[in-house]
Nanobody, 124 residues
């Protein structure tokens, strides 16, 4: 059982930056692949980024590659999403997710636990 709590969302101007955090409960955080997804009104949930259990491997959706960076600190049971060069089309609710076995990482149905989401709004 894992509880996930996102924080760090807010309103930012185009071209700006935000850093999202996701705090996880439990002592087995390192057993989970961690991912970030986002969903805008009327749109399907979209894969943003994922990171392997050790943090050695990262994966990004095409729309954010080169702008966003995912990282994790297993000692703190926390995963981060550093977002730079933000665009209005990045506006969405961002969700943190955890999964024990996630192949491929971009499939949200393979994640076992989800946070409540945090709103990111990018103004033009």
């Amino acid at each position: 059982q894992v509880q996930l709590v996102e924080s760090g969302g807010g309103l930012v101007q185009a071209g700006g930056s935000l850093r999202l955090s996701c705090a996880a409960s439990g002592r087995t955080f390192s057993n989970y692949v961690m991912g970030w997804f986002r969903q805008a009104p009327g749109k399907e949930r979209e894969f943003v980024a994922a990171i392997s259990r050790s943090g050695s491997n990262t994966y990004y959706g095409h729309s954010v590659k080169g702008r966003f960076t995912i990282s994790r600190d297993n000692a703190k049971n926390t995963v981060y999403l550093q977002m730079t060069s933000l665009k209005p089309e990045d506006t969405a609710v961002y969700y943190c997710a955890a999964g024990r076995s996630v192949v491929p990482v971009f499939n949200p149905r393979l994640y076992d636990y989800w946070g409540q989401g945090t709103q990111v709004t990018v103004s033009s």
